[in-house]
């Protein structure tokens, strides 16, 4: 979990979840990319799969899952 408070985490767990599968790829393949111009492409790409659409459907689902147990 990030940090020592409850304020934000939330956005960076939930960040860690597509870094590696989404993020870190796409870094590589626009390494010569300003920063803005890969920021425009992450969201782009995120709105394109809809994962921006469905974030917080897919935790809330994932937390309802784990806390019947």
């Known amino acids: 979990m990030h940090g020592k408070t409850r304020r934000g985490a939330l956005i960076f767990d939930v960040a860690d979840l597509f870094k590696d599968a989404i993020v870190m790829p796409l870094?590589?393949?626009?390494?010569?990319?300003?920063?803005?111009?890969?920021?425009?492409e992450l969201i782009d790409f995120f709105w394109d799969i809809g994962i921006m659409n469905?974030?917080?459907?897919?935790?809330?689902?994932?937390?309802?899952?784990?806390?019947?147990d």
């Open 54 to 68: 469905n974030i917080f459907d897919i935790v809330k689902e994932t937390a309802l899952t784990f806390s019947k």
């Open 27 to 40: 870094a590589f393949k626009l390494t010569n990319n300003k920063d803005q111009d890969f920021r425009d």
